[in-house]
């Protein structure tokens, strides 16, 4: 079971906005950044957002990053087919001195 | 362009030590705050941090995995290489470097961590069996 915890699934229509939560504690998410990336099947994970909110040049802005306390958001608006896809949140942990992944959400989009 | 590939064995047998080396092109394992980062995911399963080499040469492990991984690099060479003893069946993944930015920050009653991982290698797809 991961430390950060991230709903298994979620899904929307085409068009639609979603939202993927990832909660976490003080010694993680409560002190330090997030990212998040996307992991289209088949393929290796790409960074979507880093450091809370910030995009990689080349991605859209219909993604979106935020954190408050211990939980970090990642929203996407204009769903399209091609978002199907596993997303997973990241950050340090500063107690364990080590990285730490979500267990990852499957996003449908209908 | 910074590319990161992953190389070793398909195929290692149980209670066998797994070698693998992740060879990096378009930075230097000696940037400050670039660091490479092992993660595996098992088929159907999720994403699991393995193991961080910091540009300084200090190290990070999964706390669940600590006793059985090592990790070095060799800076000259543009290699990283994760080691994992007493392998199982349960070790087999996809085995994927990444290069891991790492930065630490201070404000007068914190401190913090910024770390992502922005270049992902294509992955090594690693068997155990007998």
């Known amino acids: 079971q991961s430390v950060l915890t991230q709903p298994p699934s979620v899904s929307a229509a085409p068009g639609q906005k979603v939202t993927i939560s990832c909660s976490g504690s003080n010694s993680n998410i409560g002190k330090n950044f997030v990212s998040w990336y996307r992991q289209l099947p088949g393929t290796a994970p790409k960074l979507l957002i880093y450091e809370n909110e910030k995009r990689p040049s080349g991605i859209p802005e219909r993604f979106s990053g935020s954190k408050s306390g211990t939980s970090a958001t990642l929203g996407i608006t204009g769903l399209q087919t091609g978002d199907e896809a596993d997303y997973y949140c990241a950050t340090w942990d500063s107690g364990l001195s080590a990285g730490l992944l979500g267990g990852g959400t499957q996003l449908t989009v209908l | 362009q910074v590319t990161l590939k992953e190389s070793g064995p398909v195929l290692v047998k149980p209670t066998e030590t797994l070698t693998l080396t992740c060879t990096v092109s378009?930075?230097?394992?000696?940037?400050?705050?670039?660091?490479v980062t092992w993660i595996r995911q098992p088929p159907g399963k999720a994403l699991e941090w393995l193991a961080h080499?910091?540009?300084?040469?200090?190290?990070s492990y999964s706390r669940s995995l600590k006793s059985r991984l090592t990790i070095s690099k060799d800076t000259s060479k543009s290699q990283v290489v994760l080691t994992m003893t007493d392998m199982d069946p349960v070790d087999t993944a996809t085995y994927y470097c990444?290069?891991?930015?790492?930065?630490?920050?201070?404000?007068?009653?914190?401190?913090?961590?910024?770390?992502?991982?922005?270049?992902w290698g294509q992955g090594t797809t690693v068997t155990v069996s007998s």
């Open positions: 990444v290069r891991g930015t790492l930065w630490f920050g201070e404000t007068p009653t914190h401190y913090y961590y910024s770390y992502y991982m922005d270049v």
């Open positions: 378009g930075f230097s394992l000696s940037n400050d705050r670039m660091g």
């Open positions: 080499i910091f540009s300084n040469d200090e190290k």
